[in-house]
Structure formats: structure tokens, C-alpha cells
């Protein structure tokens, strides 16, 4: 495996979450704090129309697979 593909977590002693979702609080969001919460998060934004027009579709790699076989 190469280095660049390790993700290093530091874990802050401050904070003793062991990244455990609390579902509790989840389940008392609104659909509009949820859409506001994943639009705050910039790795995850939605994808706009023209980003969907240039979507690929995906190759079946079962069959290509099968197809290189041959």
C-alpha cells in the first residue's frame, strides 16, 4: 500500500467521541437542518446540472472483464 493512500487520524483528548453517530440526534433534524448541514460541507457539495450533462456512463466491468478473456 502505498503512503499516500494512509489517512492519519490525530484523536483529541478533549473530544471523546470514537466517531459513534448519535442517532438521537440525527432523527430530531429537520429536513432543512439536514440540507443546510451537508450544503456546509465543502468535500460533499451536490453537483450541478452542467456536472451532470458531462457524466460518463459507467462500463459493466463484469462483462468487459469477460469480454478480455475471450
Known amino acids: ?36 448541514a451537508a450544503l456546509s460541507d465543502p468535500e460533499a457539495q451536490p453537483v450541478t446540472p452542467k456536472e451532470l450533462e458531462e457524466f460518463k456512463p459507467v462500463t459493466d466491468a463484469k462483462s468487459y472483464s469477460e469480454r478480455e478473456q475471450k
Do not use: Q
Not at 500500500?1 to 430530531?28: A, F, H, Q, Y
Open 1 to 36: 500500500m502505498k503512503e499516500e493512500n494512509i489517512t492519519r487520524v490525530t484523536l483529541d483528548p478533549n473530544n471523546p467521541s470514537k466517531g459513534e453517530t448519535d442517532w438521537k440526534e440525527v432523527d430530531g433534524l429537520t429536513e432543512e437542518e439536514i440540507h443546510a
